[in-house]
């Protein structure tokens, strides 16, 4: 029986190129990565159906489709993805109960309104992610924001426990060391947000953050997007939410996390407006951006 050499010329070569690529990605700007989406382990890139409905999904989405508008016939889309009515069936069902669709007997499969998608959906949200966002879609995740992060500071500042301080600190002391581009400031942003939200107790509320991560990491790269650094005006007004949450001080929580939103909000406006698309993106400005 053959034995499994792994230090053949071939082997190594190919350890060779796998670090070499690995290199490659480490160094690309950040401008140039995708932002992670929990979309990147889905299921519905794993096979057929799942993957013509990923396909389908962003079409829809991106307004190929636009609400309102029927999905060419079965034979039309099975000749065009080169796929079975079967796998074709399954896919449209992972979409419908997304509720982005709706299948009518004699009349066909309709893309249903906005307001009916289930916009929470990991894989939804993904979808709308593909691309810059929208400024209605980035103003309605605002919206969502200004509902629940400012409440959720002030009830983490009633009577926050150690670990709920020793979490807001470390996610805090990771955005200082990252403001200058050391870093993933990002994720340290990220982790800033969701430990509050967690630090409330309340598992909805707690768990709203895990619906939006990918939402959230958007909005924050486009924020600062083009800039090598933090603003310090935007790092203290974290630190100004951390230390009213610390101080146990639930009115001034609230305030200072409804400031650091409204100025976040924007920033990510101003980043909308400016520049011209190429490629389907937004340049970035040239000046210093923030972020939230």
Known sequence: MASSDTNTPRARRTRAQRSADGRAIAARPLADLRVPSRLEESPLKRNI???????????????????GSLLPNEAEMCARFRVSRTALREAYSVLAAKALIVARPK??????????????????????????????????????????????????????????????????AAMERSKDGEGDLIDADLQFHLAILEATGNHFIGALGGLIHAALLTTF?????????????????????????????????QQRMTDLLVDSRNDVSQFLSQGDKRDGRRRPREKNGSHD
């Open 107 to 172: 009349i066909g499969t309709r893309v249903r309104p906005k307001s009916d998608w289930n916009m929470l959906d990991p894989e939804v949200l993904a979808w709308h992610l593909q691309t810059v966002p929208t400024e209605e879609f980035v103003s309605e995740l605002h919206a969502l924001r200004q509902m629940v992060e400012p409440g959720a500071a002030a009830l983490a500042a009633r009577d926050p426990t150690p670990k709920t301080i020793e979490r807001i600190t470390a996610a805090y």
């Open 49 to 67: 159906h799942g993957f013509l409905a990923n396909k389908l999904g962003e079409e829809i989405v991106g307004g190929v489709f636009p609400p």
């Open 221 to 253: 790269r486009l924020s600062w997007e083009g800039a090598a650094r933090m603003r310090d005006g935007r790092l203290q007004q974290h630190k100004a939410v951390f230390e009213a949450i610390r101080d146990r001080k639930p009115a001034l929580a």
